[in-house]
């Protein structure tokens, strides 16, 4: 993978120009491993120059949503070639300057992270009590969608070095740091019928709390399970269907007003 043609620094500054700019977050690296909002702070640059500019800037940054580009797209279907069925599979790639940290969070998705360039210490960890992990979970889909404010209690590390690859499921718990030089890393994302589902589920569990209902999170009971992603399906649906006549009602009154 190392040598790759569009797995060069050079090439990544230049992806900042191609994808939708919402595909591209840069910002400083000298972060705390806990950072609950993610307000982290950005230099005025524009993502180019913080790219080609990364080894002496101290930042971090990311261009997501590469699959949109054929070439890039090919790479994950290689990447991910001996990857069961999947809903849905993504790339992005990230840069990051010496020491540069990611702060602790998890993902929704299956995450295949591929070390291209430089070292990257990853730390993955688990609670050892299940009702602070879901509490985390609970935070991200919920209304101000917050990373970690506690770091688990349980933590394997693993360094990787160009040409590793470090395998991170749904819903871990992980950070990282960088190395002592440029970090260049490609994440392959995938979801699965699994991965969907429990993530329909969490976003479900968030409307009924807020409901005043204490509901269960996935994986306790199938039937459950289903019966609530059914809800948020038919929840979305009728909002989908009243817009229109939201939208015409403004019009009305705007016209009388």
């Given amino acids: 993978m190392r040598g790759h043609p569009l797995l060069d620094r050079e090439v990544v ?31 005025d640059l524009d993502p180019g120059t913080v790219a080609r500019e990364i080894s ?40 990051a300057s010496p020491g540069a940290v990611t702060p602790a969070h998890f993902d929704t ?17 688990s609670f050892t009590e299940p009702r602070d992990a879901q509490r985390e979970i ?10 970690l404010r506690v770091l688990p209690t349980e933590v394997s590390s693993f360094v990787l070095e160009p040409g590793d690859g470090l395998y991170i499921p749904p819903y871990a718990f992980h950070w990282a740091r960088a190395g002592d030089g440029v970090s260049l890393a490609l994440s ?4 699965d019928r699994a991965s969907e589902r429990a993530r329909l589920v969490h976003v479900c569990n968030d409307r009924l709390r807020r409901l005043g209902i204490d509901a269960a999170p996935p994986g306790r009971s199938r039937l459950r399970d289903g019966v609530k992603v059914a809800m948020l399906r038919s929840w979305r649906t009728t909002r989908e269907l009243a817009q229109p006549v939201v939208s015409a009602r403004r019009r009305v009154r705007q016209l009388w007003s």
Avoid at 16 to 40: I, K
Avoid at 111 to 116: D, V
Avoid at 188 to 191: A, I, K, L, M, V
Wanted: charged fraction near 25%; include cysteine; charge should be negative.
């Fill in 13 to 43: 500054a230049g992806l900042t120009a191609e994808v939708a700019p919402a595909e591209v977050t840069h910002h400083r690296g000298d972060l705390p491993l806990l950072l609950p909002r993610g307000d982290a702070p950005a230099l």
């Fill in 109 to 125: 998705y299956h995450n295949l992270l591929l070390q291209i360039d430089g070292t990257k210490e990853v730390s993955i960890g």
């Fill in 56 to 95: 002496e800037n101290g930042c971090w940054l990311r261009v997501g949503n590469l699959q949109v580009i054929p070439a890039w797209d090919a790479l994950l279907r290689e990447c991910l070639v001996d990857i069961g069925e999947h809903v849905d599979a993504r790339a992005q790639v990230f840069v």
């Fill in 138 to 147: 609970s935070r991200h889909f919920g209304r101000e969608r917050e990373n």
């Fill in 188 to 191: 392959c994302n995938f979801s």
